[in-house]
């Protein structure tokens, strides 16, 4: 299918758009970091879990369906279970589960742990050994923020000495700015609804570092293909994008399509585990396939027309 879109002349509103929005998200993950108190206020904020902050995360499937409520009462009147009272509960949609979340790490407190199970099967009926308890100490979740952050970093480093060297600097530019446009929007995202993070989340925001990339790939070698035959028909660069990225949106089209179908089963049916990563991918496929034609071309194109010397 051939496509013959004036998509370009469009870029201006919506690029402003995008750093409006980009912006926004900036401001959301950063005003907590200025003022550490706004961590615990209602201010969005990323939601860790228990990988990046420590502490020790309670999975407590129940027969039928209790509250969250229900829960916190029975922490707080419970002998021995004091520790747990003012534990962060979630609730699963759609599943009878409890997630019971603490900065403690009482991951090897058996007396605690024991008490809690048998209370649990005594008040709710709840099978024990269904009960599931994952604890990491703070030494080992500061390193786990500080390899996620290593690995987002030299991605990007790795994708601007890449495209630098393989294209130009002005595509490794196009390309890192609209990587950082994509992440921004998905912890943004996460920060407003309080999607939790995880280790599996950061494999997620790295595989949109990856789709991304690749979708905007393809239209910078397209366009690096027509530029070595613009000179017999002097054709101009706005053109020349232009037509590229119209070229290559029928491949973007089918590409995205295939994609997001078995993404958007996985966050409809794929159940709480695999929410947040399910998740990220489903924005990356969507904001990654916008980003390409409206946030790493123009800048290509705004490069050529007022900065390059060429």
Do not use: C
């Not at 002998?79 to 009878?96: H, I, Y």
């Not at 998905?186 to 939790?196: C, D, K, P, Q, S």
């Not at 366009?223 to 590229?244: D, Q, V, W, Y």
């Not at 990654?288 to 071309?297: D, F, K, L, M, R």
């Amino acid at each position: 299918m051939n496509f013959d879109l004036d998509l370009l002349s469009k870029a201006k509103y919506w690029s402003t758009l995008s750093i409006i929005v980009v912006l926004a998200g900036w401001v959301i993950l950063a005003t907590p970091l200025i003022s550490p108190g706004l961590k615990d206020s209602s201010w969005p904020w990323l939601n860790l879990g228990i990988d990046f902050q420590g502490g020790t995360k309670i999975s407590v499937p129940f027969n039928e369906e209790v509250s969250v409520s229900q829960v916190r009462s029975f922490l707080a009147s419970t002998e021995g279970l004091s520790r747990l009272s003012d534990s962060k509960l979630q609730s699963a949609a759609g599943e009878n589960i409890i997630y019971i979340n603490t900065k403690a790490d009482v991951g090897g407190d058996e007396v605690l742990l024991s008490d809690l199970r048998e209370s649990l099967a005594e008040e709710f009926g709840v099978t024990e050994a269904e009960i599931s308890i994952n604890s990491v100490g703070q030494q080992i979740s500061q390193e786990f923020q500080v390899k996620a952050m290593q690995a987002i970093g030299l991605a990007l480093l790795v994708i601007l000495l890449y495209i630098s060297w393989r294209f130009r600097l002005r595509y490794a530019v196009g390309a890192v700015a609209a990587v950082i446009h994509d992440v921004t929007i998905a912890l943004a995202i996460f920060a407003v609804f309080g999607i939790e993070i995880n280790l599996p989340t950061i494999g997620a925001f790295l595989t949109i570092v990856g789709y991304s990339l690749n979708d905007t790939i393809v239209y910078f070698d397209r366009m690096r293909e027509n530029s070595g035959k613009r000179a017999a028909r002097s054709e101009s660069t706005f053109s020349l994008i232009n037509k590229s990225i119209n070229q290559s949106l029928s491949r973007t089209l089918s590409t995205s399509t295939t994609t997001f179908i078995p993404v958007i089963a996985l966050v409809l049916f794929g159940g709480p585990v695999l929410k947040a990563f399910s998740l990220a991918l489903l924005i990356g496929v969507i904001v990654g396939t916008y980003s390409s034609i409206y946030v790493a071309s123009p800048i290509v194109y705004t490069w050529d027309k007022y900065l390059s010397s060429e």
